[in-house]
């Protein structure tokens, strides 16, 4: 198994744990009510299953044998800062190692792989952006102005 290989499953089985943890979050936030904050982990989840796609796709095209097995167990968060927190350390390791892994494939000439590390690292800082704004908001507006401003306008219904 080439180092690319190594890395790129290493990042499927990164990007089937971030799948089942923003699934969970959907659930929760749903439960708690929060319908605009459920409907973004929604799209982010999307765009997880889309990351470990071509994650699989240049497995395959590398004659590699995807293994689809998430890294670990998603995290029920107590609150919304605990969830933030959780899903930040997450994107910023993730962001870490597709770098590393980017460095890692254009040391073996793999021009395709280390693209696909780079867009996708690139991809993750956006979330880690919308993150901090999210925790930066939760802090100043306090929890309860937060969630209310999470909720679909009930008198609009």
Do not use: C
């Not at 890294?71 to 190692?97: H, N, T």
């Not at 892994?101 to 979330?127: C, M, P, V, W, Y």
């Amino acid at each position: 198994m080439t180092k690319s290989t190594e890395n790129l499953q290493t990042a499927l089985s990164m990007e089937l744990t971030a799948i089942q943890q923003y699934l969970l979050h959907t659930h929760v936030l749903d439960d708690w009510g929060l319908d605009r904050l459920a409907e973004k982990m929604r799209e982010e989840m999307s765009e997880e299953l889309d990351h470990a796609g071509r994650f699989i796709d240049r497995i395959l095209y590398l004659e590699g044998l995807p293994r689809v097995k998430a890294a670990k167990a998603p995290i029920q968060a107590p609150g919304l800062d605990a969830l933030f927190r959780g899903d930040l350390g997450e994107e910023r390791g993730a962001v870490l190692f597709y770098t590393q892994a980017a460095q890692d494939a254009a040391k073996d000439n793999d021009i395709g792989t280390r693209r696909l590390f780079e867009d996708i690292a690139i991809e993750e800082e956006s979330h880690i952006d919308w993150l901090t704004r999210q925790m930066s908001l939760l802090e100043k507006m306090g929890e309860p102005t937060y969630m209310l401003a999470q909720m679909e306008d009930q008198q609009a219904a």
